[in-house]
């Protein structure tokens, strides 16, 4: 089983701990390609039109200067570091301690800056969304594509089923395979029509991440077993309300696990 996740724009910056030690991130052979990235991230944020070539405000001013020192500041495990409304609901900090070691190594964060990244690795604050376009490099997501698609397609061949929760340009970073693929799509039933939604997605994809990770690869074999069991955390009381389909997979394009919401459904909002 593995469990592909984008990052969260929200970030807590690590007050204490070593500085980044490109060797210890998951997929070590990367560390030239991150070098280059952070090298040409921090010499764009120096210059005085770094928020609008990053595509940001001057509201994340603090993110923009801490482009600047990656390689100096405190790093820390990048559960804590993100913090938006998917990892809110992934709520590493509360699984047991089997799961969250199964969400270090069963889960990869897609990473504008980093390329891909584990639960576990320990990054500093940054602010370098993969829709950004990099002087030299183009955008992110493009030049990272053919970097990450012959490591992570050998890693691909061992993992077993291929959760898919990432979206946007981060879902084009790499394609995973097909065959053994399922991408999380969240719906919305709005005057008794279902609507495709992207509001509750995020914090709906860190609720179907936890509960397969409670689950385990032993369950979670392939894209009919992560249904079954995602359909039985909405049925059971007072789980989550929500329906589940599994629409099978075509050629080139993966099966979906479409998760259906009902109209009165609310949660909390965020990045």
Same mark, same amino acid.
């Given at each position: 089983?593995?469990? #592909?996740?984008?990052? !969260?724009?929200?970030? %807590? *910056?690590? +007050? ?5 030690? @490109?060797?210890?991130?998951? =997929? ?61 609901? #992934?709520?590493?900090? !509360?699984?047991?301690? %089997? *799961?969250? +070691? ?5 889960? @990869?964060?897609?990473?504008? =800056? ?158």
């Amino acid at each position: 089983m593995l469990i #592909l996740l984008p990052p !969260s724009e929200g970030k %807590t *910056a690590p +007050r204490s701990g070593v500085p980044l030690d @490109l060797a210890s991130l998951v =997929l070590p052979t990367l560390a030239g390609e991150r070098t280059t990235a952070m090298g040409i991230l921090a010499a764009v944020s120096s210059a005085p039109d770094a928020a609008e070539v990053l595509g940001v405000g001057e509201t994340v001013r603090a993110d923009i200067d801490a482009n600047v020192v990656l390689m100096e500041s405190p790093a820390a495990p990048a559960h804590q570091v993100f913090t938006g409304v998917l990892y809110d609901a #992934l709520d590493y900090a !509360s699984l047991p301690e %089997t *799961a969250r +070691r199964r969400a270090r190594e069963k889960v @990869l964060i897609f990473s504008g =800056l980093f390329g891909v990244l584990s639960l576990g690795d320990h990054i500093p604050n940054h602010r370098l969304s993969v829709t950004s376009t990099l002087p030299g490099l183009g955008r992110m997501s493009s030049w990272w594509k053919p970097r990450l698609t012959p490591p992570l397609d050998a890693h691909a061949e061992h993992t077993g089923v291929i959760i898919d929760g990432r979206s946007g340009g981060y879902a084009a970073q790499w394609k995973a395979p097909a065959a053994i693929t399922a991408t999380v799509d969240v719906f919305q039933i709005r005057n008794g029509e279902r609507k495709v939604v992207s509001h509750f997605a995020k914090y709906t994809r860190g609720l179907v991440a936890r509960e397969l990770l409670l689950a385990g690869p032993r369950v979670v074999k392939s894209p009919e077993s992560a249904a079954e069991v995602i359909a039985a955390a909405g049925s059971a009381q007072g789980a989550h309300d929500w329906s589940v389909d599994l629409v099978p997979g075509t050629g080139a394009k993966p099966s979906s696990l479409q998760i259906t919401l009902p109209d009165e459904h609310t949660t909390v909002g965020g990045s």
